[in-house]
Structure formats: structure tokens, C-alpha cells
């Protein structure tokens, strides 16, 4: 049974800091791509930053810069960092593993919510 856990939200003032970690299991984790997405109310649900299983990074436009995506694959584990937070990036923050050309093998954890006071 795969499991996609995350940890790490809460409240933070504009301009701080906070880590999110997804913790997978039940998959061979080191061959999936492994991202962060974001939902406000209101908006849809929006890539944040993904890595790939080579390395290979893509960051929305709005955190580059100050997010940074990373893994380890001994943990089964994908982190983001997250720093100079704003009041923009209050939102729920999903972690998505997702195994390239297969699209059944494409899984979600429950989110975190992330909210930046101003």
C-alpha cells in the first residue's frame, strides 16, 4: 500500500522560513519524479517545484529564487525549503510522487497548510 505523508507547515510571519517534508512509502521511490504543489482558496491547485529522479529541477515562476526542492532517496523522502515566505504563499501544499508515462502510478498525500501572516 503506498503512503504519502507530510510534515512540516504552520504559521510563519512574512519574510521567514519553514521546511515541508514528504515521506513516501510503499513505492520504489528513487525511480519517481517527486514535486510540491499549492492550492488557495479560490485558485487551482499549481505546481510549486518537482525533481525528477536524475536530478533534474522545474520551479514555478513565483518561488524562484526562494524555495528550494531537494531528496533523499535512502529516506524515501522529498524536502522543501522554503524561505522570504509571503502572505502570497499561504495555500494548502500537496506532495505528489508520480512515476513518468504511467499515469496510474500517480500519488498524493493528504497537504499541509501553509499560512504566511503579513
Known amino acids: 500500500q503506498v503512503q504519502i505523508a507530510e510534515s512540516g507547515g504552520g504559521l510563519v510571519q512574512a519574510g521567514g522560513s519553514l521546511r515541508l517534508s514528504c515521506a513516501a512509502s510503499?513505492?520504489?521511490?528513487?525511480?519517481?519524479?517527486a514535486g510540491w504543489y499549492r492550492q488557495a482558496p479560490g485558485k487551482q491547485r499549481e505546481l510549486v517545484a518537482a525533481?525528477?529522479?536524475?536530478?533534474?529541477?522545474n520551479y514555478a515562476d513565483s518561488v524562484k529564487g526562494r524555495f528550494t526542492i531537494s531528496r533523499d532517496n535512502a529516506k524515501n523522502t522529498v524536502y522543501l525549503q522554503m524561505d522570504s515566505l509571503k502572505p502570497e504563499d499561504t495555500a494548502v501544499y500537496y506532495c505528489?510522487?508520480?512515476?513518468?508515462?504511467?499515469?496510474?502510478?500517480?500519488?498524493w498525500g493528504q497537504g499541509t497548510q501553509v499560512t504566511v501572516s503579513s
Open positions: 505528489n510522487v508520480h512515476l513518468d508515462g504511467f499515469t496510474r502510478l500517480n500519488y
Open positions: 510503499g513505492i520504489t521511490f528513487g525511480i519517481f519524479t
Open positions: 525533481m525528477s529522479n536524475g536530478g533534474s529541477t
